[in-house]
């Protein structure tokens, strides 16, 4: 039997993230945009501005036999809020996981990817206060290392592997998201005919205006923008719009009109399918649920199509499985950087499987390249029902590094398969 591979050093070096870390409350409390920054007043705990560059930390796992596994620790944009972790500092970070966390992985094998994830999450929980960040950065590297002891080299097959997926790996749609710039990044996605788009970035009221006006202008503009721009008639994308909650608020909390502003929007998309992520905030967890279930069930009665998305609130492995056990929601964004340690996001997606919820393996625009490769391939793996294009909120990059690694992985395993 051959000698197992093992980690023989841990080395983090701090790093830079795309986009940045803002602070959500802030914003929504009236912080004015000037330019790319905000002017106003910190709120979240964390903060020392409403708008703060991202941050990132890289960790290298050098095993026994020289290689050396890779992975980036990341936290969302609006991190610190919906019952996410606060913001971290990615110099302290590094330091911590070389120093602290390092020693205590030194000799652990990595020939199995599940295992040795799980064992190094309970040392997370117990050594660090930026818990799901550490533990997203080094799982990303153990699974690198498991595929490279697999000599496959192919982190989808692991994870097939591991999880006993019976599909095949199989692409998945993509899901560009636009930024601020609603307009012309959206021209960018409709000529590379992106499958879902534009997400919006819908995080002030007057986005969504007076019983949402704003909103459904814009969504009227989107459908014939596809309709002029298009490139093949058969394109028909789906539009998957990020409200923050919005509806809900300019709806004064009311169920019934927040689904009568949703038909709405339906209605302004036409033959094209509508997806609304985060429709609603009804401040925790639990009350998130049954406010979310109230909405489907309404929407439902009302014979409307559009598709709620659970986001905010939904931010581990737990969460996902009773947000879709009670039915509370068509689909559940899998916030991979929320839900720390990737195993977690694998097993939040099979969940969401089991029960026909839509996972959609989503993450943030202040990610790494790094982070959205190893997001590819769990996308391939499980079979979501739509993958973020990240990092960055200029589109192009992000949806290059995801397409690119999701089409290098697949045709890797068609030849894997052939030999």
Same mark, same amino acid.
């Given at each position: ?13 701090? @790093?830079?993230?795309?986009?940045? #870390? ?20 910190? $709120?979240?705990?964390? #903060?020392?501005?409403?708008?703060? /560059? ?15 596994? %890779? ?14 972790? /606060? ?29 040795? &994830? ?5 040392? $997370? ?47 998945? /749609? ?24 534009? %997400? ?55 169920? !019934?009109?927040? &689904? ?5 929007? *339906? ?44 986001? *905010? ?7 996902? %499985? ?30 969401? %499987?089991?029960?026909?919820?839509? /996972? ?6 202040? !990610? ?23 990092? @960055?909120? @200029?589109?192009? *990059? @992000? ?9 290098? &992985? ?10």
């Amino acid at each position: 039997m051959a000698t197992p591979l093992t980690i023989a050093k841990v080395i983090a070096s701090p @790093g830079v993230g795309s986009f940045f #870390f803002d602070d959500q409350a802030a914003i929504k409390a009236g912080a004015v945009r000037d330019g790319s920054a905000y002017l106003g007043v910190p $709120v979240t705990p964390g #903060f020392k501005a409403v708008r703060e /560059p991202s941050e990132a930390v890289s960790v290298m796992l050098v095993l026994s036999d020289g290689y050396i596994a %890779h992975g980036d620790c990341a936290s969302v944009q609006y991190t610190g809020v919906g019952g996410r972790e /606060p913001r971290f500092h990615a110099a302290a970070l590094a330091q911590q996981i070389e120093q602290e966390l390092g020693p205590r992985l030194v000799g652990m094998p990595v020939n199995g990817f599940r295992e040795a &994830a799980i064992a190094t999450e309970r040392l $997370v929980d117990e050594l660090f206060d930026s818990k799901r960040a550490a533990a997203y950065g080094v799982s990303q590297a153990l699974l690198n290392a498991a595929a490279h002891a697999a000599g496959h080299h192919l982190m989808a097959q692991v994870i097939k592997d591991e999880w006993d997926i019976s599909r095949p790996l199989a692409a998945v /749609p993509i899901y560009g998201q636009c930024g601020d710039e609603r307009y012309t990044t959206v021209d960018k996605m409709i000529l590379k005919s992106v499958p879902v788009l534009p %997400h919006g970035l819908i995080n002030t009221p007057s986005l969504v205006g007076t019983d949402g006006v704003a909103l459904e202008e814009y969504i009227g503009w989107l459908r014939a923008r596809i309709g002029q721009l298009r490139v093949s008639e058969s394109y028909k994308p789906i539009l998957h719009i990020d409200v923050y909650g919005l509806i809900g608020s300019v709806a004064l909390g009311s169920i !019934e009109h927040t &689904a009568t502003i949703i038909q709405k929007l *339906e209605r302004a998309a036409g033959d094209h399918e509508l997806r609304i992520e985060h429709p609603l905030d009804a401040g925790n967890r639990d009350a998130q649920i049954e406010a979310m279930a109230n909405l489907r069930q309404t929407l439902k009665s009302r014979g409307s199509k559009v598709s709620i998305i659970a986001d *905010e609130w939904a931010n581990t492995a737990e969460d996902v %499985h009773l947000f879709a056990a009670a039915g509370a929601t068509d689909m559940v964004q899998i916030k991979t950087p929320d839900l720390g340690s990737i195993h977690n996001s694998i097993d939040a997606i099979l969940d969401c %499987h089991k029960y026909g919820i839509g /996972p959609v393996l989503g993450g943030t625009c202040a !990610e790494t390249d790094q982070s959205a490769r190893t997001t590819a391939h769990i996308g391939v793996a499980t079979g979501v029902s739509q993958m973020l294009a990240k990092p @960055g909120m @200029g589109f192009d *990059e @992000g949806y290059n590094i995801v397409f690119n690694e999701m089409n290098r &992985a697949l045709r890797i395993a068609s030849l894997i398969e052939r030999s």
